[in-house]
Every structure is written in structure tokens, then in C-alpha cells.
């Protein structure tokens, strides 16, 4: 058994920073690849920022690309999300996320992964 938490969210203006924070505990995650993702109201979960079991590659989607930045610290069970220039579009609840058992990379599938958080508000204003 494991869980994720993040921590992080809040309110924000357009063009400011958040850092969005997610801890394991139960278990190690050091050996899965881990993602975030965000879901706004009426839209689909989507995939934001993915990072492998190594911390030694990264995606991200095309519309945060260059000013988010997903890390991880495998001996501490932290993946976090640096958020910069937020645009009010970035506007959603942002959940990291663990692939499921026995999956070796990460993919922008929600359905590939087997572990979630319960998710951190971020909120952007004009």
C-alpha cells in the first residue's frame, strides 16, 4: 500500500509562481515513474509533466512546456511540480500520480497509472 499527498496549491496572480509539492509514504515510489496531472471543471484529466523512476527524464505537455519544471528526490518519496508564469488557463486541481505495479514508464494516460493524490487547488487571477 501507498499514498500521495500534494501540498502547494493556492491562489496566485497571472505571471506569478507556486511550487507544488507531493509526498509518498507507505512505500517507496523510487522505483516508478511519476506524473502530474490537472483536471479544470467540465474538462478531462490531463497530463501535465511526467518524470522517470531516475529523475533523468522529463515531459510536459505542450502548453506548459518551458515554464513548468517536474523534479523528483527519490530518497526523500518527493516529486514536485515548479510553476512559473501561471496564465490563468493553468487554473485546475493538479494530482501527482505513481504507474501502476509492474509498468516501467510513464505515459499522459491516467488510466496507466495506479496511484493518485487527492489533489491541491490552483487557483490563477487576472
Known amino acids: 500500500q501507498g499514498q500521495l499527498v500534494e501540498s502547494g496549491g493556492g491562489l496566485v496572480q497571472a505571471g506569478g509562481s507556486l511550487r507544488l509539492s507531493c509526498i509518498a509514504s507507505?512505500?517507496?515510489?523510487?522505483?516508478?515513474?511519476m506524473a502530474w496531472f490537472r483536471q479544470a471543471p467540465g474538462k478531462e484529466r490531463e497530463f501535465v509533466a511526467g518524470i522517470s523512476w531516475s529523475g533523468q527524464t522529463t515531459s510536459y505537455a505542450d502548453s506548459v512546456k518551458g515554464r513548468f519544471n517536474i523534479s523528483r528526490d527519490s530518497a526523500k518519496n518527493t516529486v514536485d511540480l515548479q510553476m512559473d508564469r501561471l496564465k490563468l488557463e493553468d487554473t485546475a486541481v493538479y494530482y501527482c500520480?505513481?504507474?501502476?505495479?509492474?509498468?516501467?514508464?510513464?505515459?499522459?494516460?491516467?488510466?496507466?497509472?495506479?496511484?493518485w493524490g487527492q489533489g491541491t487547488q490552483v487557483t490563477v487571477s487576472s
Open positions: 500520480a505513481a504507474v501502476s505495479d509492474g509498468q516501467n514508464w510513464y505515459s499522459i494516460r491516467p488510466v496507466d497509472y495506479g496511484y
Open positions: 507507505g512505500r517507496t515510489f523510487s522505483s516508478k515513474s
